[in-house]
Structures are given as C-alpha cells and as structure tokens.
C-alpha cells in the first residue's frame, strides 16, 4: 500500500486502483491473467473517469452565464488527484471536490465519490455525483476501462465479440472531429453480436445511445465456456461506448455513459446540451458498473 495506489483483494480476484484519477490499473485472477489495458504508450492510460462531461464539447469550450470556460476532451476528472475516504481489504473509497483549479474550467460546486468493491466473482465500481452547490449541476459521467484484446495471446482479435444480453437493433451513433453526428448509422451488431475487427474503429468510437442490453460480453468464439473472457454490467448508465485504434493497438475499451458528445453544431449553454444529467441542489446521482472475469 502506498499513497499513490491500493490493491483490494477477495477470493483469487485482485485490483489495484490509484489515487490519480481515481482510476484502476489493474484487475488479475487467482491464475495471475491481467484483464486491464497497461498503459502502453500508444494509449497511456487504463481505465480513466469521465466527469464533468464524456466526449467533447465544440471548440473545448462550456458556456455558462455569459462566461466562457475552457474543458477539453472528457473533463478533469481523470487527471486530477482524489482522496482516499476508505482504505480496506476488499473496499476502497475516493472522493473528488470541486477547487479553485475545476471551478476555472467548469464553474459548479461538486463532489464525485467513488467505491470500488470486489469479491470473489468480480468487481464494481459505484460513481456518485453530488452537487453540493445552490443551483443546477449539469454534468455528465462515464468509464473507460480498457482490456486487453485479445485476451489471451495467440488467439486472433478478429475472433473475438461483444455479445449484448439483448439483440441491439437500433442505429449507432458516430464522431466527426470529436462531435456526434447529425445522422444516425446502420448498426455492426447482428442481433445481439457484435464481431470485433481493428476496422470498426476507422470512424472512432461507436456509440450505442438506444440501448436494449444493461451488459455485455467479451470473448473469443461462439462457445467461450472454457476461454478467457469478461462481462460487464451497468447500472443507471444510457450509453455505451466501444472503441480501439484502428493501428493495431491490442486493447479494447467497453464504456459505460451518462451523456455523450456536443451534437456537431452546437454552440448553445452548456447547461442546454444533449444527454446531461441536471441534479438539484442538495441531490445526487448514483451509477453503477460491475466487471466479471474468468477465474482460470
């Protein structure tokens, strides 16, 4: 244990999480398989927070009262230093409060608290968003874990898919630029599988914004009882990201989202975009994520 970062354990599962972004950096079975992206350098993190806004805003800028404030890609959460609440054996808590530095980019009062729990089968992540303020908080939230694709080595990328717990019929959303498009796509999913290639991600991420599934699955081949894989599950979320690069990167990101980014076009108060969360003075929002993971 140091001040930087805290492993929680139970049964064969471990998790690491750091203080820097509140942001796990590792989550390992009893046979020692890493399931997170280890920040290699052709994308150098593991699994950031997204807060006060997911995706992007035209011209990185947030308007609020005649103000105009600079909040570039996915907010600050993910570079900013949280404080340790709760330290235990299987439970960690992280707190983030509004200061001087975020109330020079995103002028509302704040706190983000984040528990991270794990148990014998997998780990959750509950995101609490708090305004602490006396008027409206408009925020949106999200994750970003990244896994390792393909999970096991050796076995080809292509071979893996995303198998939603019920048939994704409705059309993808995509970026142009960082902003959503104006039109909708055809979806990749072929009811509830989506096959995975480095070329879904040409047009950077997909966008699930009609969702019918809260989880998902990844793994290799049509029977992947006896392979390495993951599921993910989510809790008061409405969107869902998928994205890699395109070049080759062996890792894919499964991203559970409470808004998404500006609509290309949009320039109005921030407090007016698309997809926000409005909480009331006094209120909160609570969202939830869980990962399973093979045990062998």
């Known amino acids: 244990m140091t001040d930087d970062t805290h492993t929680i354990r139970s049964g064969g599962l471990t998790a690491t999480v750091k203080a820097q972004g509140a942001e796990m950096c590792s989550l390992r079975n009893d046979a020692g398989v890493e399931f997170v992206w280890q920040a290699e350098p052709v994308w150098p993190r593991h699994a950031p927070l997204l807060f006060p806004i997911v995706g992007r805003l035209a011209n990185d800028e947030l ?3 005649g103000k105009t404030y600079r909040l570039t890609q996915h907010g600050f959460a993910r570079d900013s230093r949280f404080q340790w609440a709760e330290r235990g054996g ?3 808590v992280l707190v983030l409060e509004d200061n001087e530095t975020t109330r020079a980019l995103y002028p ?3 706190r983000l608290t984040a528990i991270y729990t794990i148990d014998e089968t997998g780990l959750d992540l509950s995101l609490t968003v708090a305004n602490t303020g006396k008027e409206i908080l408009p925020a949106s939230l999200g994750g970003h874990p990244a896994f390792n ?3 096991q080595p050796g076995v080809p990328k292509e071979s893996y898919a ?5 048939a994704e019929s409705s059309p993808i959303r995509r970026l142009d630029g ?3 498009r104006a039109a909708a796509e055809a979806t990749p999913v072929k009811g509830t599988v989506l096959p995975l290639s480095e070329a879904l991600f040409v047009d950077d991420a997909i966008i699930f914004d009609r969702l019918e599934s809260s989880s998902v699955r990844f793994a290799a081949g049509e029977d992947a009882s006896s392979a390495r894989w993951l599921k993910m599950s989510w809790k008061g979320f409405r969107e869902l990201g998928v994205w ?3 070049s080759g990167a062996p890792f894919l990101c499964i991203e559970p989202w409470r808004g ?4 290309a076009g949009f320039g109005g108060e921030f407090s007016d975009k698309p997809g926000l969360m409005h909480i009331a003075p006094g209120a909160e929002q609570r969202l939830s994520f869980r990962i399973e993971v093979a045990s062998f």
Request: glycine residues 4%.
């Open 178 to 180: 960082g902003l959503l």
């Open 63 to 65: 308007r609020h009262k």
């Open 90 to 92: 299987s439970r960690c």
């Open 162 to 166: 995303l198998t939603f717990a019920n």
């Open 260 to 263: 998404h980014a500006s609509p």
């Open 149 to 151: 694709w393909p999970l």
């Open 244 to 246: 890699s690069k395109p």
């Open 108 to 110: 509302f009062a704040f």
